[in-house]
C-alpha cells in the first residue's frame, strides 16, 4: 500500500506561480501528476517514467517543472506563468508493477 500525501495548491493570478508537493509513503520510481478540470477528463500533466526520464503535457511544457527529492520520497510541480486554464483539481499518482495509487487532489485557482 502506498499513502500519497499532495500539498501547495491555492489561489494564483494569472502570470503568477506555485508548487505543489507530493509525499509517498515510500520510493516509487513513476510518478507524475495529472489534473482535472470541470467538465473535462483527467489528464497527464507532467510525470517521471519508471526509467527516470520526464514527460509533460504540450500545453505546460517550458511553464511547468517537475522534480523530486528522494530522499524525502517527495515529487514537485513547479509551475510557474500560470493561466487560467490551468485551473483545475491536480493530483499526484504513483505507479508500481502491481497498482496504480492516487492522490486525494488539491485545487489549483488562477483567477485575476
Known amino acids: 500500500q502506498v499513502q500519497l500525501v499532495e500539498s501547495g495548491g491555492g489561489l494564483a493570478q494569472p502570470g503568477g506561480s506555485l508548487r505543489l508537493s507530493c509525499a509517498a509513503s515510500?520510493?516509487?520510481?513513476?510518478m507524475g501528476w495529472y489534473r482535472q478540470a470541470p467538465g473535462s477528463q483527467r489528464e497527464l500533466v507532467a510525470g517521471?517514467?519508471?526509467?527516470?526520464?520526464?514527460n509533460y503535457a504540450d500545453s505546460v511544457k517550458g511553464r511547468f517543472t517537475i522534480s523530486r527529492d528522494n530522499a524525502k520520497n517527495t515529487v514537485y510541480l513547479q509551475m510557474n506563468n500560470l493561466k487560467v486554464e490551468d485551473t483545475a483539481v491536480y493530483y499526484c499518482?504513483?505507479?508500481?508493477?502491481?497498482?496504480?495509487?492516487w492522490g486525494q487532489g488539491t485545487q489549483v485557482t488562477v483567477s485575476s
Open positions: 517521471f517514467t519508471r526509467g527516470g526520464s520526464t
Open positions: 515510500r520510493i516509487i520510481s513513476a
Open positions: 499518482k504513483a505507479d508500481t508493477i502491481f497498482q496504480s495509487y
